[in-house]
């Protein structure tokens, strides 16, 4: 079992904002990241340090956090967001963990 | 533009062993680490471990020790991951992702499939 959980689906329709939670005993005291993947593909960062988002990612992914819950909030859906989400943190031992993954599927 | 190339699929059988490669290109490949990340198929991500690019220096997460080995090349900016006495259960696609402290993995190797049956 995962250090991180994650629901293991959302689903919106277009133009919703989808919310995936992540929640974790460490993530008060750790920095948390997002990925999305799509099939086939490698990961991508699409949030990093809770809040922030790297350059090239749409300004509709938006990160933020309250105690032991981080949020990945995706404003105006498209149907190009549909893809799998995970969240990525650091363990008390300093140890890389990922959640499990949530699917989004954009209806 | 940072890129991380790796070698293609494998299709091994069961004992024998794989050597995964991960080739950076785009900035200096001593001032990152290296990463590896497991997804077994149709399952989520799984880090295994960390190679220190300056020093060489390899961390293993408990799971991966043993039977799993990271390494490099610094003349040709390449990582490696060899997997010995290969199982079914190895079976699985194997990123590499450089490790960009406070921004985490920034950037993925394309994945490689290793595929373990007799």
Redesign the interface.
């Known amino acids: 079992s995962?250090e991180l959980t994650q629901p293991p689906s959302v689903s919106v329709s277009p133009g919703q904002t989808a919310r995936i939670t992540c929640s974790g005993a460490a993530l008060p005291k750790q920095?948390a990241?997002w990925?999305q993947?799509k099939p086939g593909q490698?990961?991508?960062?699409v949030i990093?340090?809770d809040t922030?988002r790297?350059s090239g990612i749409p300004e509709r992914f938006s990160g933020s956090s309250s105690g032991t819950i981080v949020t990945l909030t995706i404003s105006g859906v498209q149907a190009q967001d549909e893809a799998d989400y995970?969240c990525?943190s650091a363990n008390s031992s300093d140890?890389?963990?990922?959640?499990?993954?949530t699917k989004l599927t954009v209806l | 533009q940072v890129q991380l190339v790796q070698s293609g699929s494998e299709l091994k059988k069961p004992g024998a062993s794989v050597k995964v490669s991960c080739k950076a290109s785009g900035y200096t490949f001593t001032n990152y680490a290296i990463?590896w990340v497991r997804q077994a198929p149709g399952q989520?991500?799984?880090?295994m471990g960390w190679i220190n690019t300056d020093t060489g220096d390899p961390m293993y997460?408990q799971g991966f020790t043993g039977r799993f080995v990271f390494s490099l090349d610094t003349s040709v900016s390449t990582a490696y991951l060899q997997i010995y006495s290969l199982k079914a259960e190895d079976t699985a696609i194997y990123?590499c992702?450089r490790g960009s402290g406070?921004?985490?993995?920034?950037y993925?190797?394309?994945?490689t499939l290793v595929t373990v049956s007799s």
């Open positions: 995962s920095y990241y990925y993947q490698a990961p991508v960062l990093y340090k922030e790297p995970y990525q140890n890389w963990v990922f959640g499990g993954g | 990463n989520g991500l799984e880090w997460v990123y992702a406070d921004a985490a993995f920034d993925w190797g394309q994945g």
